[in-house]
């Protein structure tokens, strides 16, 4: 399956029903369309079992409440939703795309507690995220755009509004031949990449920003424990710009980009070294069993 997202065979589960995937459409007055009142989860499906399956329902319902709306599912209807669009596409290998949204209603101006909200599920075979990075580290830019305080935007919800200005810096990045772009926070601190959390290596522990004003990964919160198994201290914690020279080793998380060593920030380069390769090995594996 290939070409434009919206002209695919398959199904895609839309407010109950399977779908025709090109039938899975949307009025041009839907309330997120103009607002950005839309939630979404990204997952990977591994031989047939999604990756920690419920807590990406619960999050996606969580990432709703935060936007002040209510997805009229439950996790349980939200977990047989995915498996009901892998089995009518055939796939196991793919990643699950869940995504609820306020619609088109009596409401079209700021407000939308009128409108319904609505929610689909689609699934496709989707590669390394990062293409090849994965095995010689990704080179990241560094965005001019910074991820918001808390108190601007709800960063714990993984609602469209914030990737606004994540597809921005993606987009500079990529016109300077970069695969992403790491980003700072609104106090100047490391925070993460555009679609990915970030860690990085020093003698041998482990160093990964505080989860406060951006997304605590599902992924960074699987490998923090990973490390913590195999007895490797993990630092989460304020990291400052000027650190960024010091360390030897990085990689993002993410169910997208799993685990991907990172090369290159700007003008500060990285070894893709022993640990890096470790973790991402064994998160391989991990999502396997
Ligand atoms: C902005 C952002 N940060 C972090 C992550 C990693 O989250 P997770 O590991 O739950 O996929 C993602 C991906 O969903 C993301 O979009």
Redesign the pocket.
Known sequence: MAGAYDDRDGKIWMDGQLVEWRDANVHILTHAMHYASSVFE?ERCYSGKIFKSREHSARLITSGNLIDFEIPYSVDEIEAAKQATLDANGLTDAYVRAVAWRGAGEDMGVASAKNPVHMAVACWEWGNYYGDAKMKGAKLDIAKWKRPSPETAPSQA?AAG??MI?TMSKHAAEAKGCSDAMMFDYRGYVA?A????IFFVKDGEVHTPDADA??N????QTVIGMLKEKVVTVHERVIMPEELEGFEQCWL????AEVTPVGQIGDYNFEVGALTRDISESYEKLVRV
């Not at 990964?217 to 960074?220: L, M, N």
């Not at 998380?253 to 997208?256: D, E, F, N, R, Y």
């Open positions: 990204g993984k914030l990737y994540a993460e555009t679609g990915a959390n951006f997304l990964g599902i992924t960074r998380t993410g169910t997208a």
